[in-house]
């Protein structure tokens, strides 16, 4: 099977464009909602909602295994246990959103006892998180119909409706704020809006693609809500280490470091969020094939596509990595001010670790598909702890303040994906130590190549407008699509990019041709 195959290479386009749109968005909204909120105000937007995923450690038992054991089943031709599986998920994610509900809801009685909250946006902070709990419970239920794209491989639809859900936010926060005083809770008023419009979406292209799906009660199942559980309940464990590393940084900037340095960290962190946003789809266009070789008993198949799919995915996070990093001076100051240009050596911290930590993310897919959840779990938590513990001291005893913060996560992502990671995968697999390590010398050569590229081009020339910082920008990609195209790709590779790109380029030179717009 073809890594670069037409399915692929939708998916993936599709994934991309949609990161994209959420970079285009982020960096058009984010100043708008500081201008109009406040620096400090907008560092509680982020940690109120980072506070309620922490209840993600109880609802991922469940949505983190279900579509695996959903599209194995049905792979297998076991339509009767797929359903069983789905019908269960749907009943158990319902009832257990009504449950969790309540102390999520309660904990706005005493969020001032947690963080600090000045006494004059305490309200705006509450309403903030019960909204946000009913998006994060919506969520959770909705995340079982990712099954539907997944196990058909149109990685794309779920793409295509994140896209669309990003849109209908950003609308609803131009529409709020144009009509009421603008308030912290309305941004997560938005994403509520937003994330209901997907659920619609969800709902039905998952039942389009699964015509043979009916929901009824009594298909639901204890002894496969045991089943489910049993093999989340691992991914319970990892949740507390993935929330250690993910989302414990704002609130340590809180704790040691006050509400300004908060906010202005708020401000930072997301574009390093987006990289793992953009690994965790990118990832997630190569999970269907790796599941579908481990249905299949086809364990060489197996080890050859995530090989190439480490290599494939650090290609790809290479680029953005090395802009942000690169161009993050001029970036700052051009898109928040020239106040945020000394903390362009946080973006470059971040850029530098996560282009290398983020390469084997289609590894844990592998964990997934053999149902092996119990060692990632406990090593993910336990680096997630040494993440925290270095943060406290060296953001606090240490002096180092927001960059201790950075390093801490730098230090810890390291040991558990570079090292651990790609370790275990081979252990799992039967495979040599090695084996999965290959795949990411090429990407951290292209990342430094591209890196190096930025800062000599800042050398040459004066980055002063959002239009040489967009012409430098394109100028860094050009020199890197060159390189990949002759460094990071192999000989086959190459063939089948030039191959359709000769096809696209046809395409665009006879759009008339017969059965073209069939």
Not at 25 to 35: D, E, G, Q, R
Not at 154 to 167: C, D, E, F, H, R
Not at 423 to 451: C, D
């Amino acid at each position: 099977m073809s890594l670069l195959n037409k399915t692929f290479i939708l998916n993936l386009g599709a994934n991309v464009a949609s990161f994209l749109l959420s970079v285009l968005f982020s960096m058009w909204l984010t100043p708008y909602v500081i201008k109009n909120l406040g620096v400090e105000a907008f560092g509680f937007v982020h940690l109120t909602q980072n506070m309620i995923n922490y209840f993600s450690i109880i609802t991922v038992a469940l949505s983190a295994v279900v579509v695996r054991f959903f599209s194995v089943s049905a792979h297998r031709g076991a339509l009767d246990e797929a359903r069983g599986y789905m019908n269960t998920y749907i009943v158990s994610s319902l009832v257990l959103s009504v449950i969790l509900f309540f102390p999520l809801g309660g904990t706005v009685f005493f969020i001032d006892q947690i963080i600090r909250v000045p006494a004059g946006l305490l309200g705006d902070v509450q309403i903030a998180l019960l909204i946000g709990s009913l998006l994060f419970l919506l969520t959770f239920v909705m995340s079982g119909f990712a099954a539907g794209p997944f196990f058909a491989n149109k990685i794309y639809i779920t793409s295509t409706i994140q896209a669309v859900q990003m849109l209908i936010r950003v609308l609803s926060v131009l529409l709020i704020f144009a009509w009421f005083a603008p308030k912290i809770w309305h941004i997560q008023l938005a994403a509520l809006i937003a994330t209901a419009s997907a659920c619609i979406l969800s709902i039905f292209f998952f039942k389009k693609l699964i015509p043979w799906f009916t929901f009824r009660v009594r298909d639901m199942s204890f002894a496969k809500c045991k089943k489910l559980l049993q093999a989340g309940g691992w991914s319970s464990v990892s949740q507390v280490g993935v929330l250690l590393f993910l989302q414990i940084d704002l609130m340590v900037a809180n704790v040691m470091l006050g509400v300004s340095e908060s906010g202005m960290y708020a401000a930072i962190i997301q574009f390093p969020l987006l990289l793992r946003t953009l690994s965790g789809t990118l990832a997630a266009v190569f999970s269907p094939t790796i599941t579908l070789y481990y249905s299949k008993g086809d364990k060489e198949g197996l080890v050859r596509y995530a090989n190439q799919a480490v290599r494939i995915n650090g290609i790809l996070l290479a680029l953005p990595a090395a802009l942000l990093g690169g161009l993050a001076g001029p970036f700052l100051s051009l898109w928040l001010g020239p106040s945020f240009e000394h903390l362009k050596w946080l973006l470059l911290i971040h850029a530098g670790y996560l282009v290398v930590s983020l390469s084997p993310a289609p590894l844990f897919y592998i964990f997934t598909a053999y149902n092996k959840l119990r060692t990632p779990a406990l090593t993910t938590v336990a680096f997630g702890v040494v993440n925290l513990l270095l943060a406290i001291v060296l953001s606090g005893p240490a002096g180092l303040g927001l960059y201790g913060i950075a390093l801490a996560g730098a230090a810890a992502l390291m040991l558990k994906n570079v090292v651990f990671t790609p370790i275990y995968a081979s252990k799992i697999t039967g495979e040599r130590k090695r084996v999965f390590y290959k795949g990411i010398y090429r990407p951290v050569a292209g990342a430094s190549f591209t890196l190096a590229v930025c800062y000599a081009l800042q050398y040459l020339f004066a980055i002063d407008s959002l239009l040489s910082l967009f012409v430098t920008a394109l100028a860094a990609t050009g020199t890197y699509g060159l390189f990949a195209y002759f460094v990071m790709l192999t000989k086959a590779e190459r063939h089948i990019v030039t191959t359709r790109l000769q096809a696209f380029r046809c395409s665009l030179s006879f759009p008339f041709q017969k059965g073209f717009f069939k």
